[in-house]
């Protein structure tokens, strides 16, 4: 694929710039541009962008092709022709002056002949309040429902556990509800994204819809692969719902016992559907959508078998995964949308879009002014391309924005009127490590902004007693934020007969013991619906723990003690942490002294080491986690687990200082690809037979180099701030001619918040171990042809997005 060859316009003087150029000049400053080479190095040159941009013509941007990808054509595919050609003639600025005077009505009737790009370029000449004003003034519900009307904020219950425990999913959703939340989606982001868990996690979303009687009120889904949500969903409907993908169906109720119930609804005719909604992040590129492993014609055939699809958006996903094509962010984003858009059309789907901006961190931007911006340009471009657009307005943890500065960002926005803002517990990610609105948020900016939520969702929470019966969908009463309550009228609308005494007794017996592993659940309000002065002040500190970790390398005492144990210490592109953090694309590759070693250490070697596994280690966005006695816990215990599979690995730990994730890619290149050219073994020659190597199991044997599966563990330490001080593990599997070209993310997939306090180092070596035994399979590689390239799952790809800086890392 080439980028496109566009027409070259003037901009004042004797310079002269493409479309390209002038899209992301005509920007407000944001480093991602900067990084991709396209943004204005001053004011002067954006305005003269903006004035080159105020004069194009609609038409023109809709004929010109910003990449010459799969994407483009199926944008171009979604603009209706007849609405189009009455824009054609307008420039982006008439257009602009249009969309701000005129009434929605008259809105809608062009809209849907605007391209994404020309969305993109209106977007560019607004202010901020503009922005606002224009957002406020057009709404998208979808058909027959009042999420997104005019005077109603919904919103996503996001219900993550660092564990997937089910306990914690369970209190998570109920009190969300306990606030009025929930009104558009219950959904989850898996840590394991397998079929099984994918199944499970889905029962217990469905059972508390089931059992409340909100089928026809909320969702759920959980944002796992289109792939493995469809496999549940087949598993499940063919067991009527009983069924978890070959696993034991009667899973247990999490760490703190009681509680969850995997199931309870049975499949019954009046239940919901094993898979309510289906998911996929989406983004402006073909490029990008690959590395998220996403294929738009299987995602279309999977989307047709449903009836609601979720889709995740947000500025930078492209940039950092190195997917741009030379195209700001803005459009890129547009494009994103035109994409949903699109998908909206062929399927007829009830459609939803959430906008993350935010969650990438400051390597595309890292102010508050920033975040807000870049909410208002979203959510605008969301609205002009029909969608029914939601804010996840966020930051990371290492991100210059105060816990003040977001409550204001988003009171802000919610002047914009979203159709739904994110909803989690106590305002911090347990499991994503990040900041955003949290449930008691939602209770208080309804009141104050005079919002609504759903109507459908209304009678609900006026029954279980969160909500005044009013008729104003807003007015919480004392019971707002008691989980207790709600536990008990869950169980109670399940048949339990035992006083409502027992009941919250239970409850509050889970509830203390979710609370001792830092739990912002249960802990009610202040009144005004903020966070009790002890939590507020407890998630200060976190904040304050993780931008110290972050800025934290390596220790030399750990680097000494890893070469006493036989690691290669190599270092990054990165000079110092400082800049590492600022351009993460530095950690992404070994700088020149690094890969001279690695080289000739790798050349050291007997030519047919024949090992098949390397592990790694890095320091990702924090040290300390990888340097703690649980990632040598981890990393032992794999080796051990690998040694009696016969699964040869080489005995070296490769340690990368200031490293990210894809330096393991370059660091498996240089181990594994070296050996594709040697000659192979002759036919019927014992695996012994190879020089210095471990003798292998015939299970693994394979006698092909080009063919033969070899795969890197890269141990990386996580974002800092979800308190679990947790490292994932990445394992990327490739045969050695695919090495030799180059892995990416889709031949990746990983095993997330590995930590003494979530996933215990050796439930993680037993699940990074299944992974490498299926995939390392001979069969596998001829499955495969060249061999096997691991579809990422989309948790995978949620934490790969930004991968530079990586949603994880």
Not at 83 to 101: C, D, K, Q, Y
Not at 162 to 178: C, I, K, M, R, Y
Not at 667 to 679: N, P, S
Not at 757 to 765: C, E, H, K, W
Request: some cysteine.
């Amino acid at each position: 694929m080439e980028d496109a060859e566009l027409a070259v316009h003037p901009v004042g003087g004797d310079e002269a710039l493409d479309l390209l150029q002038i899209f992301g000049r005509a920007n407000p400053f944001k480093e991602g541009d900067e990084r991709i080479g396209v943004a204005a190095r001053n004011d002067a040159e954006r305005l003269a962008a903006r004035a080159a941009l105020r004069g194009l013509r609609v038409g023109e941007l809709r004929s010109a092709r910003f990449v010459d990808d799969e994407v483009s054509e199926l944008l171009d595919a979604a603009v209706d022709c007849a609405a189009a050609a009455r824009v054609a003639e307008w420039t982006v600025g008439e257009l602009a002056s249009f969309l701000l005077s005129c009434p929605e009505p008259e809105v809608r009737r062009v809209t849907p002949g605007l391209s994404s790009e020309a969305i993109a370029g209106v977007v560019k000449l607004l202010s901020d309040a503009e922005l606002s004003t224009l957002c406020a003034r057009i709404f998208n519900p979808p058909m027959g429902s009042t999420l997104g009307a005019r005077g109603y904020l919904g919103s996503r219950i996001q219900p993550n556990s660092a564990t997937d425990d089910p306990n914690e999913v369970l209190f998570s959703v109920l009190e969300g509800l306990s606030y009025g939340c929930g009104d558009v989606l219950l959904g989850i982001n898996p840590v394991d994204g397998d079929c099984r868990n994918v199944a499970r996690l889905q029962r217990a979303l469905r059972e508390v819809v089931s059992t409340f009687e909100l089928g026809e009120a909320t969702t759920y889904c959980v944002l796992a692969h289109i792939d493995e949500q469809l496999a549940a969903h087949d598993a499940e409907a063919a067991r009527g719902g009983g069924a978890d993908c070959g696993a034991d169906s009667g899973a247990d109720g999490g760490a703190d016992g009681g509680g969850a119930d995997d199931g309870a609804d049975g499949g019954g005719a009046d239940a919901p559907p094993p898979v309510a909604c289906g998911f996929a992040p989406l983004g402006g590129t073909t490029a990008v959508h690959r590395t998220f492993g996403v294929d738009m014609r299987a995602l279309l055939a999977h989307l047709e078998r449903l009836h609601a699809q979720y889709f995740e958006t947000g500025q930078g996903s492209e940039v950092t995964n190195g997917c741009a094509h030379g195209v700001d962010m803005v459009t890129l984003e547009a494009r994103a949308h035109g994409v949903a858009r699109a998908l909206a059309l062929r399927t007829r789907n009830w459609t939803i879009v959430n906008d993350v901006s935010g969650f990438i961190g400051p390597e595309v931007f890292g102010s508050a002014e920033q975040l807000q911006r870049a909410c208002l340009e979203d959510l605008c471009m969301g609205k002009l391309h029909g969608l029914t657009m939601g804010l996840d307005v966020c930051a990371t943890m290492h991100m210059a924005v105060t816990l003040h500065e977001l409550d204001t960002v988003t009171d802000a926005l919610v002047r914009a009127r979203p159709a739904f803002l994110m909803a989690v517990a106590g305002k911090a990610d347990p499991m994503l490590s990040y900041i955003t609105t949290s449930f008691r948020d939602h209770a208080r900016l309804r009141l104050r902004h005079e919002l609504r939520v759903s109507d459908a969702m209304a009678p609900f929470f006026e029954r279980v007693g969160v909500m005044v019966a009013d008729g104003l969908g807003r007015t919480m009463t004392a019971r707002a934020g008691d989980v207790r309550h709600l536990y008990a009228q869950l169980l109670r609308a399940r048949g339990d007969a035992r006083a409502d005494k027992a009941l919250r007794e239970e409850a509050d017996a889970i509830v203390r013991r979710l609370q001792a592993r830092g739990l912002d659940l249960g802990r009610g309000h202040d009144g005004s619906f903020d966070a009790p002065p002890s939590m507020h002040a407890a998630l200060a500190l976190s904040l304050d723990d993780a931008r110290r970790v972050v800025a934290l390398d390596l220790s030399p005492d750990y680097c000494a003690r890893a070469a006493k144990r036989g690691a290669l210490l190599l270092d990054s592109r990165a000079p110092c942490r400082s800049v590492y953090v600022r351009e993460p694309q530095l950690g992404e590759a070994l700088d020149d002294d690094a890969l001279a070693a690695l080289r000739a250490h790798a050349s050291a070697r007997a030519p047919r080491t024949g090992y098949r596994v390397a592990l790694l280690l890095s320091d990702g966005l924090n040290a300390e986690a990888v340097e703690g006695i649980a990632a040598l816990r981890f990393e032992t215990g794999l080796r051990a687990q690998l040694t009696a599979r016969a699964l040869p690995c080489d005995p070296t730990l490769y340690v990368v200082r200031r490293g990210r994730v894809r330096v393991g890619y370059q660091v498996g290149r240089e181990l594994f690809a070296h050996e594709a050219g040697a000659q192979p073994l002759p036919a019927g020659a014992p695996a012994g037979a190879r020089d210095a190597a471990p003798a292998a199991a015939a299970e693994f044997a394979h006698g092909d180099d080009a063919r033969e599966l070899c795969a890197t563990v890269h141990i990386l330490g996580e974002r800092p701030g979800n308190g679990k001080n947790s490292f994932s593990a990445y394992v990327a599997i490739a045969c050695r001619s695919l090495w030799a070209e180059g892995v990416n993310h889709d031949s990746a997939k990983v095993v997330a918040c590995i930590s003494a306090a979530a996933t215990l180092p050796a439930v993680a070596v037993e699940q990074v171990l299944a992974i490498l035994v299926a995939g390392l399979r001979p069969c596998t590689a001829r499955a495969a042809g060249r061999g096997c390239a691991l579809r990422a799952d989309s948790e995978t790809a949620g934490r790969l997005r930004s991968c530079a800086g990586g949603t994880a890392h």
